[in-house]
Nanobody, 112 residues
Framework: QVQLVESGGGLVQAGGSLRLSCAASGIGFSINVMGWYRQAPGKQRELVATATSGGSTNYADSVKGRFTISRGNAKNTVYLQMNSLKPEDTAVYYC??????WGQGTQVTVSS
């Protein structure tokens, strides 16, 4: 059974940092594109960043220069380093390995 497990969310003050981790299990092949999305209350889910196994990355304009996505050495892992966090970054963050593979989400709350 395919599972994506996220960790690393929490409560942080504005200007602080958090690092999210995601590991996919039960997938018998290396996933090319993994990424992070987020959904704030009352808003649609939106792309945060994606990374390919070859090292190519893509970011939403709102997080460029503050967030860094990376793939781990272990197969099918992805990380999101979030710096200079703002209250508007508050959301549930979801890891994805492409449809239909999604994690359960991890809450990130940034206080002002």
């Amino acid at each position: 059974q395919v599972q994506l497990v996220e960790s690393g969310g929490g409560l942080v003050q504005a200007g602080g940092s958090l690092r999210l981790s995601c590991a996919a299990s039960g997938i018998g092949f290396s996933i090319n594109v993994m990424g992070w999305y987020r959904q704030a209350p009352g808003k649609q889910r939106e792309l945060v960043a994606t990374a390919t196994s070859g090292g190519s990355t893509n970011y939403a304009d709102s997080v460029k220069g503050r967030f860094t996505i990376s793939r781990g050495n272990a197969k099918n892992t992805v990380y999101l380093q979030m710096n200079s966090l703002k209250p508007e970054d508050t959301a549930v963050y979801y890891c994805t390995a492409g449809e239909p593979y999604w994690g359960q989400g991890t809450q990130v709350t940034v206080s002002s």
